[in-house]
């Protein structure tokens, strides 16, 4: 009776304080969205008290997070982590919210206003946090069980669809663009680079002003991590640790065993994401200085935008034709960085934690740990089919580029496999140095075939998945040659996952084709154009895989075409095999089995 006296005290002052933190995050954000409103009609007077609602609800949220550890000190209860955490936050706020309302102490306005917003946002995620727990403690109280009645995969699905739709909120606004971006616009665009698909209709891009870009810049970061997992790296962070409940859907989320590592590999995931994103950065911002094309006095912000563009896979970029701007389509040295960052983002965070820890042992910093001999399977197969198919599929793409009739602009042999090296490394990120719409039917549909195999599971990277294909090839060979299992790397693959194996890329082939006739019939004058049949092939299988390139008819999308892609890139950021078990669900081990029967099959 105590411990739940206890619990409805402090829900009587996290659920304030749960409002609170989201109303300053509104606050924030409709002044970010609205203040390059430059018409006197179109000011509101709520911006008016702009200051004095921020620092009343900064007072608030102070008084309520310090009534919460005076409370607990009171109850003789540990206070932990994430109340010191708060403590801080509030404090901050308040101290940049009262420097606003009445100037005590003199910080530049543009600083000011940007670290506080900046804490209001982290109040309001922090607010979302706690409405999270508090939600599932709740529900827990309530049905008993202390788990959510939806599967992992639907969680999933509707957590990717509401980021996206709080990005296409967000690039609505006047602050956001300098044309006002129409409401299916704002919605492909943010799901693109949630998604890291990079299919743009038009020149967006250029359109945006540095808060929509930097928008685009958190929906690709975010996107790349997925929400749930981004909101449980928070939750460590701050201190609230994961529920065995969290751990479980994690790792169902990323089709990861061992619940107890769940946490380690959240950490890891999003430490070696900024850790590659950073040096990636500084590569590129040691590539392009003096470089023509490139903006040197916001040479900083171009390399960390196309570092975490890239890396992420989402082929996003801040010049108006891609990387085949200028200077940039011709300069190596920073294709290079660009190829190592791409193919970085496509390797997959399980090789990484492995060789970290292998590396770790080798070291003797793991001394209770002993060195296995032998990679992993995953790991072992991953890499090599991530080095078949960027440079064998490179080398291909090279010598089509090279032979094959097209309109694509003469160039030497060395130029056209470098060229192909750098769209197959490249094949699910979308980075282009030149026109891909120029090139051969062939050197089309040898490519389409790259994007569609993809990149690694657990990666940033899309598609069917490099150990999927792998699996499925092998299957075939084992049932061609009448072996009895799939082998490699001397270990047995599990009947289970070749099945799954094959059920997706069977599933996979009939969605695209699918999409593909629903878009013909959707775009009639793109099908009927030249080669129309496979530009939209093309496209629908660069939006689902998550590519950025195209053959050029993005812009050309009708509003119902567009929402036909926007569905298609939703379908493969989640992946059609999860994408129907969040309605089906799990299916259940029957306890009966039918005596088994033949079918002629020739």
Known sequence: MAESSTKKRLALLELPEIITGFLMALVVFWEIGWHRVESASEQLLFLDSYREILFGLSVAYFVLVISQGVLLKFLHKTVGRDFWVKAGLSLATLFFSANMYMPFVDVPYAAQRGVSNTLYFCAGWFSYLLARRYYLDRA?????????????????????????LVGALFLLTPGASHVPLSLVDSIFVSTSAMSGTGLLPGSVMSNLTPMGKMVVLVLIQVGAFGVMTFTYFLSL?????????????????????????????????????????????????????????????????????????????????????????????????????????????????????????????????????FLPPHWSTHTWLAVRMTLIVALGGGLILGLLGYFEPSQHAAQSLGSSIWEGVYNSVGRTAGFNISNIGTYGVVYALFLAFLVFIGGNPGSTAGGLFTTVFATVCMEVKRVVCGQQDVEF???????????????????????????????????????????????????????????????????????AGKYLIILNMIVGRVGIFSFLLAFIGTPETKLIRYPETRLPLS
Not at 155 to 164: C, Q, T
Not at 311 to 340: H, K, T
Not at 509 to 516: K, Q, R, V
């Open 140 to 164: 827990a109280g309530k049905f008993g069980k202390g788990r959510s009645a939806w599967p992992p995969a639907l969680l999933f699905l509707v957590s990717i669809i509401a980021l996206a």
């Open 237 to 369: 962070i701050v201190g609230q640790g994961m529920s065995v409940r969290d751990r479980v859907t994690f790792s169902n989320i990323l089709d990861q065993q061992g619940v107890a590592k769940a946490a380690t590999l959240i950490k890891g995931m999003v430490i070696l994401t900024f850790v590659m994103e950073a040096l990636g950065a500084v590569g590129l911002w040691y590539a392009w200085r003096g470089l023509e094309g490139v903006p040197q006095d916001h040479l900083w912000w171009y390399a960390i935008f196309h570092s975490i563009s890239g890396f992420c896979n989402a082929g996003i970029s801040l010049f108006p034709d891609n990387m085949a701007q200028g200077c940039v389509a011709y300069d190596r040295f920073g294709q290079g960085i660009m190829i190592l960052i791409m193919f970085a983002g496509c390797f997959g965070f399980a090789v990484y934690i492995e060789f970290i820890k292998r590396m770790r042992i080798r070291l003797g910093l793991l001394k209770d740990q």
């Open 489 to 559: 790397h001397r270990r047995r693959i599990a009947r289970k996952t070749v099945e799954r194996a094959v059920a997706t890329m069977i599933l996979l082939i009939f969605w695209l084709c699918l999409m593909t006739m629903i878009l013909l019939l959707v775009e009639p004058k793109i099908a009927a154009s030249d080669q129309g049949v496979l530009k939209v092939f093309f496209e629908v299988v660069s939006a689902y895989v998550m590519s950025g390139f195209s053959l050029g008819i993005t812009a050309d999308l009708s509003t």
